[in-house]
């Protein structure tokens, strides 16, 4: 079975600097999607960023973008110029070939002024 | 759009009842999947289900039932409620994730439920 582990539970950057959140995956696929949602207090779920494994390009969605090492099952998210409305709880997702979107366990960001 | 919509927001249920968190969405979906989230932790797959009349099980689908018998509703019932099941839902739905548009899972806003 498909797993996702995010390692790092709690992570804090100063405002306008640059933060990393950690993900990596266990799959014998080779075709499947990687997405980070943000899930703010109010626990709305918020689709930050996604990528197919089949594009070797990174994806980038204005501060937000990833690193994805698909030999290494690893899926980082790079949030650059952090603001204070970044705080939040991030989760990364796999989507795998039944359809079924499985969640790593979070990490909560704190941005500090 | 209305996009997923679930009701009740929030419930308090005794030990021992039973209740449905009812879900629909107007989007002509054929995904559409069940999750919980517990405090602090992530969301656990319940159930889902491809189209009408399929459904399959998740990561946690003890105490829990489903049924799809439309496109749009997918209710989750919740038999001889336990405290173990507090805990915020989730109903989301997607397309097959094939396709420009099949990347995109929508959630709802979830429901509280309280078992005491």
């Known amino acids: 079975a498909q797993t996702v582990t995010q390692s790092q539970p709690e992570m804090s950057v100063q405002e306008a600097e640059t933060v990393t959140l950690s993900c990596t995956y266990d799959?014998?696929?080779?075709?499947?999607?990687l997405f980070w949602y943000k899930q703010p207090p109010s626990r709305q779920m918020i689709l930050v960023i996604r990528?197919?494994?089949?594009?070797?390009q990174n994806a980038t969605e204005n501060r937000f973008s990833v690193n994805f090492q698909k030999a290494a099952k690893s899926f980082s998210l790079k949030i650059s110029d952090s603001q204070l409305g970044d705080a939040a709880m991030y989760f990364c997702?796999?989507?795998?070939?039944?359809?079924?979107?499985?969640f790593g366990t979070g990490t909560r960001l704190q941005v500090f002024p | 759009n209305a996009g997923v919509t679930q009701t009740p927001k929030f419930r308090i249920l005794k030990i021992g009842q039973s209740m449905t968190l009812q879900c629909t969405q107007d989007?002509?979906?054929?995904?559409m999947y069940w999750y919980r989230q517990d405090p602090g932790m992530g969301l656990k797959l319940i159930y889902y289900?491809?189209?009408?009349?399929?459904?399959d099980k998740g990561e946690v689908p003890n105490g829990y039932n489903v049924s799809r018998s439309t496109t749009e509703d997918f209710p989750l019932r919740l038999e001889l409620a336990a405290p173990s099941q507090t805990s915020v839902y989730f109903c989301?739905?997607?397309?097959?994730?094939?396709?420009?548009?099949?990347?995109?899972?929508?959630f709802g806003e979830g429901s509280w439920l309280t078992v005491v």
């Open positions: 799959t014998s696929e080779s075709d499947y999607y």
């Open positions: 990528q197919e494994a089949y594009k070797q």
């Open positions: 989007m002509n979906h054929n995904y």
């Open positions: 289900s491809v189209g009408a009349g399929i459904t």
């Open positions: 989301a739905s997607s397309r097959r994730r094939q396709g420009p548009s099949g990347n995109t899972i929508y």
């Open positions: 997702a796999y989507r795998d070939n039944t359809d079924k979107l499985i």
